[in-house]
């Protein structure tokens, strides 16, 4: 099971804080089947680690997973980038941001309040560069929970969601889940799931109030089989 969205790499966000917390993290995702944790800091053009420090920070998780005896975890590098009209430009200069450093599947993220003009230009841009842009947690953002129409298009862009585990187990509140639930029941025109949504995923942060969460949700919807959408040798 691949968890694509998860804030496991210490001390570069919000996330786990330090080195042993992150191995807690990654011990509590490997027991729920996770064998593939991709690691996807906050990112932004103005803020933004440098390649080797995300590398680094990576490789010191693994070797201290590995030390700790938790069963084999790969840790997959990535980001969760903030939309903004010149991502596609400053992702091609930053290939290492993409899920492996592969330069094809990136993790991009909206306001949580606000939803700019230029989204879906910013994403068909992504799209025309050659990446795959796979857009985390629509439903947490305020404007798509009212105007849910709004997915449909980008969606069939052919742009790919992502789904948190905690907005399936409510614990963004009762909106953020019956819009969640919306997103997976809901047919697009060309989406390949059953709904808007190709992928359901952590973005766990911590043990305390984020854990990962997505045994739990997979279970809740029922949604056992592996999705469609994300091929077998992602990235």
């Given amino acids: 099971?691949?968890?694509?969205?998860?804030h496991v790499l210490p001390g570069l966000d919000d996330g786990c804080r330090t080195l042993a917390e992150a191995v807690q993290f990654v011990r509590a995702a490997a027991a729920e089947g996770i064998t593939t944790l991709a690691c996807t800091p906050h990112v932004t053009e103005?803020?933004?680690?440098f390649p080797e420090v995300l590398t680094r920070?990576?490789?010191?998780?693994?070797?201290?997973?590995?030390?700790?005896?938790l069963p084999d975890v790969e840790l997959l590098q990535g980001a969760e980038m903030m939309i903004d009209p010149t991502l596609a430009d400053f992702l091609t200069r930053r290939l290492d941001l993409t899920y492996g450093g592969k330069g094809r599947y990136c993790l991009v993220e909206l306001p949580l309040v606000d939803y700019p003009l230029y989204v879906?230009?910013?994403?068909?841009?992504?799209?025309?560069?050659?990446?795959?842009?796979?857009?985390?947690?629509?439903?947490?953002?305020?404007?798509?929970?009212?105007?849910?129409?709004?997915?449909?298009?980008?969606?069939?862009?052919?742009?790919?969601?992502?789904?948190?585990?905690?907005?399936?187990?409510?614990?963004?509140?009762?909106?953020?889940?019956?819009?969640?639930?919306?997103?997976?029941?809901?047919?697009c025109v060309q989406a390949i799931a059953s709904g808007c949504a190709h992928a359901i995923a952590s973005?766990?942060?911590?043990?305390?109030?984020?854990?990962?969460?997505?045994?739990?949700?997979m279970d809740k919807i029922g949604w056992k089989k592996p999705t469609p959408g994300i091929p077998d040798s992602f990235p």
């Fill in 120 to 187: 879906e230009r910013a994403l068909f841009d992504l799209l025309v560069a050659g990446f795959q842009p796979i857009l985390a947690h629509p439903e947490r953002n305020a404007r798509l929970q009212k105007e849910r129409h709004l997915l449909e298009s980008i969606v069939n862009q052919g742009v790919l969601v992502q789904i948190n585990a905690g907005s399936v187990l409510g614990h963004y509140g009762s909106l953020v889940r019956q819009t969640a639930l919306y997103f997976l029941q809901s047919g």
């Fill in 46 to 49: 103005e803020n933004c680690p």
């Fill in 57 to 69: 920070t990576k490789e010191q998780l693994q070797v201290a997973c590995q030390a700790a005896k």
């Fill in 203 to 217: 973005d766990g942060h911590n043990l305390q109030n984020r854990p990962p969460g997505l045994k739990q949700a």
């Fill in 1 to 6: 099971m691949i968890d694509l969205h998860s």
